[in-house]
């Protein structure tokens, strides 16, 4: 069973304020998606990364997936009320049933004004 | 343009009754899968269709759970003898064929069993 780890499972913070979430595994990702969840929803994609060392920036959001391609991280840069939701983590891994995502337990963002 | 689509959006059963949730896709989405997402928690594989082939059945938790489609069209996920464990949001997604391609969710049915 593939593993992913995702920290902090809780974060609140102020309205202006950064701060980065992580997702980790001990397995290598042939791709990893990044969603966000808001209350009564379905998660909807940010972003998808693929290749080693790749960051993306989506406005103030910056996605990196590390050189090995283990692990990922998401930094909010200025944070608004707007960015509170949940924040899942999804790994594909190579091989048989690389179509599966596994997914992290998500960290729950609260921003606050 | 439509999403995907999931009825009911709240259900509340008996412990012991049967339930069925269904799931409407993304009309040229070949790929269709079924996620558990407890309080609190991530999202749980439980099952995934692609076109006409067999589905990957491997994430559902016990023979009381099984889940039909037809083709690329509809998908109904069936759990028999309820359970309240079986209490959750229970989220479908569609997308084209690939790992790297965006899944695209409904915004779930949430069960209660009482």
């Known amino acids: 069973t593939q593993l992913l780890e995702q920290s902090p499972q809780f974060l609140s913070i102020q309205e202006g304020e950064n701060l980065t979430v992580y997702c980790n595994s001990s397995s290598v990702f042939s791709s990893l998606q990044w969603y966000r969840q808001e209350p009564g929803e379905g998660p909807v994609l940010l972003v998808t990364?693929?290749?080693?060392?790749e960051v993306k920036k989506l406005k103030r959001l910056t996605f990196q997936f590390g050189d090995a391609r283990k692990d990922s991280s998401l930094h909010i840069t200025a944070a608004q009320p707007g960015d509170t939701g949940l924040y899942l983590c999804a790994g594909a891994y190579s091989g048989a049933g690389s179509y599966q995502l596994t997914f992290g337990k998500g960290t729950k963002l609260s921003v606050i004004p | 343009g439509a999403g995907v689509s999931q009825s009911p959006s709240n259900k509340v059963t008996e412990k012991g009754k049967d339930v069925e949730l269904r799931c409407d896709p993304i009309?040229?989405?070949?790929?269709l899968y079924w996620y558990r997402q407890r309080l609190g928690q991530g999202l749980e594989f439980l099952i995934y269709f692609q076109g006409n082939s067999a589905p990957d059945k491997s994430g559902l938790p016990s023979d009381r759970f099984s889940a039909e489609r037809t083709g690329e069209s509809v998908s109904t996920l069936t759990i028999q003898r309820t359970q309240q464990e079986d209490s959750a949001v229970y989220l479908c997604a569609s997308s084209f064929v690939g790992s790297n391609q965006p899944q695209h969710f409904g915004d779930g049915t949430r069960l209660s069993i009482l």
């Open positions: 009309s040229g989405h070949t790929a």
């Open positions: 990364v693929v290749t080693g060392g």
